[in-house]
């Protein structure tokens, strides 16, 4: 780990834990406080999210889930749902090209950490939104430069967004009591 990635996962997980409280459910999201600095270093640099890295968080959301179910006996449905639905639209889309199985994978993780409503719609809807904003700029960037059809063909590390998505739908739920 770099120096700076220990105190930025800290203050993910002291997030997370005051967003969701110390339930089953905040499993997850503890577990990706400490991965998203890393998963975003080596997405930025490589344009790869590990699955060494990932894999190990959709188990953690799996047994939350189960632990959550018999807690509780209600069936958690929104991150089941949540990490079945994004991981999907995100597989569809990687059908094309441009989105990555690792991208799919976490997209199933932060489903699977999303343990409300709120938080489930917000994330993959912020992580679109700012990927999108950044696509965006690049693209214009590369036209206004002259490089045409190029232009589109920059490579986007989309982890970044999903994950800042994430943690902007946490800090809304605790910050705005969504």
């Known amino acids: 780990m770099v120096a700076w990635q220990v105190p930025v996962a800290l203050a993910l997980a002291a997030l997370a834990i005051a967003a969701l409280g110390i339930s089953p459910a905040a499993l997850p999201a503890v577990y990706l406080a400490a991965a998203s600095p ?43 749902v949540a990490a079945l639905a994004t991981a999907g639209l ?19 993780l932060l489903g699977l950490a999303s343990p409300t409503m709120a938080i489930a719609l917000v994330a993959p809807l912020a992580g679109f ?24 063909r920059e490579h986007l590390a989309f982890g970044p967004y999903l994950l800042l998505g994430y943690w902007l739908a946490v800090a809304a739920a605790l910050f705005l009591a969504l």
């Open 38 to 80: 890393e998963l975003v270093r080596i997405d930025l640099s490589e344009h790869r999210l590990p699955n060494r890295m990932v894999i190990p968080g959709i188990a953690v959301g799996l047994v939350a889930a189960a632990l959550s179910w018999a807690a509780t006996g209600e069936p958690p449905l929104v991150p089941v």
């Open 129 to 152: 939104l700012l990927g999108g904003i950044v696509a965006s700029r690049i693209m214009v960037r590369g036209l206004l430069a002259g490089r045409g059809r190029e232009a589109g």
């Open 90 to 108: 995100l597989f569809l889309l990687s059908l094309g090209g441009g989105i990555g199985m690792g991208d799919v994978k976490l997209a199933a």
